[in-house]
């Protein structure tokens, strides 16, 4: 069993936890690794469900991974567990002969990349725990793991985040004096610049890819690569880049520290604090050294406190259960331990100013960040909740890899909005496209949104537009959405055009818990979570929908919502609200989260809403003239 020491609420009043707490559970997860090491260290084979690369490379996956958590742990120069001789004789073992050689990526594909990324986990392990590992190896080790980088540093990768994982063992390469002749570091970083939108924030590849990969998998590499192989303007120039991102990342993050359920990979968890470590470590971050501490410890106690690598390896899922709907063909029992990138700040010193100074209260009013660069609000009400409205990201583009699936589309990036105490519906509810969406339904069959098609951002406003669609067929009509909030109030205003009648139905969040409660419009989990839509033009009905086994974040999950129809041209307009209210949480009683609440209105003419706020803000937006737009078909 985990053992944590004693809560320091003067140091820390909002978590309790300091620096030990952090090498507590990194030696807890270490050490129980070990029990399923192979006999010359050089793979772990976890159990769980193996990956679409095997059991060869995912035995390699989770000791790369976890070699990581291990180099950030001895950093300081702290082995008390001698996890540097331990991961060196692995790497003995795996350079001679045990480790497997990627292939290039190229469509279509034969064999596995997945080498390449974890040759980049060694490289980084390398490098973070400032030369404790690699001193520890003998010189005919090293130049077997210089040949065996180098082959990954030299090989052709996917065109999104893979671009950096030659880079980063090129980055290694160079700093140990290895020959890097015809290496392509440089090229696959030009890639990822090319994906840059402003202020740090980059696309995962060609499409509409924002997420969590952003922080721990795109701004760790680039600073390994500009600090080994740039220029020390290329540097600076990242690190300003690195600052900008963590402002506005930081608003992701709930008050107790949960984060945003969005993306894919979540199950690496803690990962996502990497960036918030690395400006630090870097002496550029926005934030005071308490508030990154309390936003790590936070997030680190939260998946703790739900058994996350307590009595078992880390799982495939969010809590400690496995919810395999999170995960993607390459998650391997050994994947989840990429949140070891998130233990980074153990390599600052236990005098460092985020481990000493004193985590400062979080926000507690209401807020809205818009962040146009990716066309995202994120805003809080200042109940502890923080909620994303997702008018950018869309995760659906098959420019340069064969779709998995009819519809490119996934739960994890499909939605109008996503939050820090809710999960998307996965599986089946993904299926039935209730929660977080807006369907059009015809013949039994409720509509994909596919590509967003344009976006912008503007104050508190946030839009975009999409052609419906389902088993790969576009869908003779077209939605313009747009969002407007307030103090935890998301008015979504919807113009629809169409060619013929259509069913509507408009979802909102799902909660999950042990139990859940609803009534028409509104669902409440036990803790007192409770979402609902509220109609405010154009909607004729209300219900809500069971999504038992469908969501990361309990057993039990439902999701409000409304219908309605359309016949050729409508403008639908529904507050989306998402928070904790007090009273019993029997259904139709205390259920009600407008309770006391003074309304939200929207008053419409034509396509233009005026919304109205119970604080008395007042937004007006012409739904027809925010883009230009084809005519639908």
């Known amino acids: 069993m985990l053992a944590t020491p004693a809560e320091d609420r003067v140091l820390s009043p909002h978590t309790g936890w300091g620096r030990d707490h952090w090498v507590a559970v990194a030696d807890h997860w270490l050490l129980h690794l070990r029990r399923y090491a192979s006999p010359d260290r050089a793979h772990f084979h976890v159990p769980g469900r193996t990956s679409g690369s095997g059991v060869r490379s995912d035995g390699l996956e989770a000791f790369a991974r976890s070699m990581l958590l291990a180099a950030h742990r001895i950093a300081t120069g702290d082995d008390p567990h001698d996890y540097a001789g331990w991961y060196a004789a692995g790497i003995a073992a795996g350079v001679a002969g045990e480790w497997s050689r990627a292939d290039p990526c190229v469509v279509s594909m034969v064999g596995t990349g997945q080498p390449t990324v974890e040759a980049a986990n060694v490289a980084l392990a390398l490098r973070a725990s ?23 540093a030299r090989l052709p990768v996917w065109p999104n985040n893979w671009q950096l994982f030659p880079a980063a063992c090129e980055a290694f390469l160079g700093s140990v004096g290895a020959d890097v002749t015809g290496c392509r570091g440089a090229a696959g970083v030009a890639v990822i610049e090319g994906y840059h939108q402003g202020g740090g924030w980059y696309l995962d590849g060609p499409g509409r890819n924002v ?13 390994m690569w500009y600090a080994e192989r740039g220029t020390p303007d290329e540097l600076q120039a990242w690190r300003t880049r690195l600052a900008s991102f963590v402002a506005d990342f930081a608003r992701t993050f709930a008050p107790d520290g949960r984060m945003m359920h969005q993306g894919r990979s979540l199950t690496y968890r803690t990962a996502a604090l990497s960036a918030l470590w690395l400006a630090e470590s870097e002496g550029v971050s926005p934030l005071e050294p308490g508030e990154t501490r309390r936003i790590a410890s936070g997030l680190l106690r939260y998946f703790t406190d739900l058994g996350v690598g307590v009595e078992r390896p880390v ?13 993607q063909s390459y998650s391997g029992p050994g994947s989840p331990y990429f949140a070891a990138t998130g233990f980074a700040g153990l390599g600052l010193p236990a005098d460092h ?17 818009p962040l146009p660069a990716v066309g995202w609000l994120v805003h809080g009400a200042g109940d502890g909740v923080v909620r994303l409205v997702n008018h950018g990201s869309d995760h659906a583009s098959d420019s340069w890899n064969t ?34 969406h807006l369907a059009l339904l015809r013949g039994g069959r409720a509509s994909r949104r596919g590509r ?13 537009w999409h052609v419906p669609q389902r088993d790969g067929a576009a869908w003779d009509a077209r939605v313009v959405t747009a969002s407007v909030v307030d103090a935890g109030h998301e008015v979504r205003c919807h113009w629809v055009t169409a060619r013929g009648a259509y069913g509507l139905r408009e979802g909102g969040h799902a909660v999950a818990g042990a139990a859940v409660t609803a009534a028409d419009g509104v669902v409440r989990s036990a803790d007192g979570l409770v979402s609902s839509v509220v109609a405010l033009y154009g909607w004729t009905g209300a219900g809500s929908v069971a999504q038992d086994g469908c969501s990361a974040s309990g057993a039990v999950a439902a999701a409000p919502y409304l219908t309605g129809e359309v016949n050729g041209e409508g403008v639908f307009v529904a507050d989306h609200r998402l928070g904790f209210t007090a009273g019993d949480a029997e259904a139709g009683d205390g259920v009600d989260s407008d309770a006391g609440v003074d309304p939200v209105t929207a008053d419409v003419a034509g396509t233009v809403v005026t919304v109205t706020f119970p604080s008395g803000r007042v937004r007006t937006v012409d739904l027809a003239a925010l883009f230009d737009l084809p005519a639908p078909g």
């Open 130 to 152: 400032r030369g404790r590992i690699w001193d520890r190896l003998d010189a005919t080790t090293r130049e077997r793991l210089v040949d065996w980088l180098g082959h990954h």
């Open 452 to 464: 967003i098609l344009g976006h912008l951002v503007d104050g508190n406003l946030a839009a975009s």
């Open 403 to 436: 779709p998995t699936a009819t519809d490119p589309d996934d739960p994890h990036y499909a939605k109008f909005g996503y939050s820090t105490h809710t999960a998307p519906g996965t599986g089946a509810a993904f299926d039935d496209a209730v929660d977080g």
């Open 315 to 327: 799982s495939l899922g969010w809590g400690a259960p496995d919810h395999l709907a999170l995960t």
């Open 353 to 369: 100013p985020v481990w000493t100074d004193v985590e400062p209260d979080p926000v507690t009013e209401p807020f809205t960040r």
């Open 211 to 223: 997420d969590h990969y952003l922080g721990w998998a795109i701004h760790p590499f680039l600073g």
